[in-house]
């Protein structure tokens, strides 16, 4: 092949907090779950798996967060998710027979019984109830570089103030990783993208080689990098950043301007969970009579008015393979232009969340394979490639101290530092601290107390999670977030206190470990 005129590097961003809720047998939350396996993982996963079984060359970059392969991975998790999505195959089938004889909507209610059906069967048959498997196997054929994140997607900057809370939600991620998958990560997803030079060091420390920066976190790094976001550089500490791309970002993440606005696409807002009666989807979706979503929805977007026009599937995928034809035309001069000024290979970094594609956007998985369809076929000069093959292939990287960054609003810390939730904080750094200074103290701590402290440890990695304060930030399911974060701490406080003073009660440490059971491998590790 002739060299490449540039790079493309594609990136999703897949991730949930730990929404398993073993103590009530319907927890809203879960929902979180089960709509991303249903719309966004499983039809990703089958995308894949056929352009594999077709011989079509793709890299794609995809990061899995450790909580959510936990619930890949758990049975309750998957019990639970295939009785949701039988009850939604039943609410499908009823809404065939009520909309018959409607020119509009009977063969949109079809359509998403088809679709539910054919999920069905990808999750039984096609992928054995094992998405973690079929992960695994995409990432030994070399096709797709997977990427691990935080333990529970902490919040990293906000955590230097007690490096060893910081270096566990590194080392476990990475650790959790290596036992569902075989083989430590060369790549780290920064949560919100947060960087600071200490959370640098120690993603080095761990092993890591590489990560992706928020485009002024490059941008800004001293001294200025010579190509901007469009070649990596190096950190002092020797760690590989990538530069988030501003314009592949705006195409395709904007709601407004980028693609997922278009007026013909799905509306995902417009759902029937919201439009027809309570007592019609009872049987079906019961939530205390809380209106939620179903994933079965028959409009496009139509404009900004609520006056909605059915949606029409052929028109939608029509706009998708247009705008993913749009989207190759763009890179293509884009790195025409970047190639002519740089005198080597300009590396695009696209970044993305996973659940944008299907989920928030329904048309973005047929995009993204129309995408990766029109790169093998065209021929030209630039290329998908992971961000490993980019490393091995540039001829110089330049060093550089980074900026501190994020992809949060503003591009700093306020989403998760502000009025809304700067209280959780001091909470979080005294059971830090707490943890070390009793880690300190017994360092070999056996049986029933090194169970205590385990858990006590998994409590705290779970009342960390950046979710709790981005949901408090944003005001939306506050109640949630504030109960996740007491639960969390008062178990901790409880555990910690029951370690010091000698009375521990094993029935009740076995069902705590019971509830919040993931990192079963969080005995061997040694807080420090």
């Known amino acids: 092949m002739s060299s490449p005129e540039g790079y493309l590097c594609l990136v999703l961003h897949g991730h949930l907090p730990f929404v398993r809720n073993s103590e009530v047998p319907e927890c809203l939350e879960e929902d979180w779950f089960f709509e991303a396996v249903t719309e966004v993982y499983l039809p990703l996963l089958d995308m894949f798996s056929r352009l594999q079984r077709e011989g079509i060359r793709f890299r794609i970059s995809f990061n899995l967060s450790p909580t959510l392969t936990a619930m890949f991975a758990d049975p309750l998790m998957t019990r639970r998710y295939e009785a949701h999505l039988e009850n939604l195959i039943r609410l499908a089938e009823s809404e065939c027979a009520r909309t018959a004889g409607s020119a509009d909507f009977a063969p949109l209610a079809g359509m998403c019984r088809d679709r539910l059906l054919w999920v069905r069967d990808l999750w039984g048959n096609r992928f054995r109830r094992d998405l973690i498997g079929a992960f695994r196997a995409l990432k030994e054929s070399g096709q797709v570089e997977l990427l691990t994140t935080a333990a529970t997607h902490g919040f990293l900057p906000l955590m230097e103030v007690c490096p060893a809370a910081l270096r566990a939600q590194v080392e476990v991620g990475i650790e959790s990783f290596r036992r569902f998958f075989g083989s430590a990560p060369s790549g780290f997803w920064l949560p919100e993208c947060g960087y600071t030079p200490l959370v640098g060091e120690v993603l080095r420390q761990a092993g890591i080689r590489y990560t992706f920066l928020e485009t002024h976190g490059i941008l800004h790094a001293v001294p200025r990098p010579r190509f901007g976001v469009y070649a990596p550089v190096r950190s002092p500490q020797g760690l590989f950043l990538f530069g988030r791309d501003p314009e592949t970002a705006h195409q395709v993440w904007s709601a407004v301007e980028g693609y997922p606005g278009d007026p013909v696409y799905r509306d995902f807002y417009r759902d029937i969970g919201f439009d027809l009666p309570e007592e019609y989807l009872r049987p079906f979706r019961n ?131 502000q009025g809304a939730n700067a209280w959780i904080y001091r909470h979080l750094h005294q059971a830090a601290w707490a943890a070390g200074r009793l880690a300190a103290a017994e360092p070999g701590a056996t049986g029933l107390r090194r169970r205590a402290f385990t858990q006590a440890l998994r409590e705290l990695l779970l009342a960390q999670a950046s979710d709790w304060a981005f949901i408090l930030a944003q005001g939306t399911s506050v109640g949630y977030a504030q109960s996740r974060l007491s639960r969390h701490l008062a178990r901790f406080n409880r555990l910690i206190g029951r370690i010091q003073h000698r009375r521990l009660d094993e029935a009740w440490l076995a069902d705590l470990e019971a509830q919040d059971n993931l990192f079963p491998f969080l005995d061997e590790y040694r807080y420090r």
């Not at 028109?315 to 190759?328: D, P, R, T, V």
């Not at 740089?342 to 996973?354: F, H, I, K, N, S």
């Not at 490639?385 to 292939?393: G, I, K, R």
């Open 287 to 417: 939530h205390g009579g809380l209106r939620v979503q179903t994933g079965i929805k028959y409009h496009r977007i139509t404009g900004r008015t609520g006056d909605k026009e059915p949606y029409r599937p052929d028109q939608a995928q029509a706009k998708a393979q247009e705008h993913a034809g749009n989207f190759l035309f763009n890179r293509q001069r884009q790195v025409e232009h970047l190639s002519g000024l740089m005198g080597q290979p300009p590396v695009v970094t696209a970044m993305y969340d996973a659940e944008l594609f299907g989920h928030w956007w329904f048309e973005g998985p047929l995009w993204l394979e129309a995408v990766i369809r029109r790169f093998h076929d065209y021929g030209g000069g630039l290329r998908l490639a992971t961000p490993p093959e980019v490393l091995s292939l540039l001829p110089r990287i330049q060093p550089v101290s980074p900026h501190l960054s994020t992809w949060g609003w503003k591009g700093y810390n306020e989403m998760w530092l």
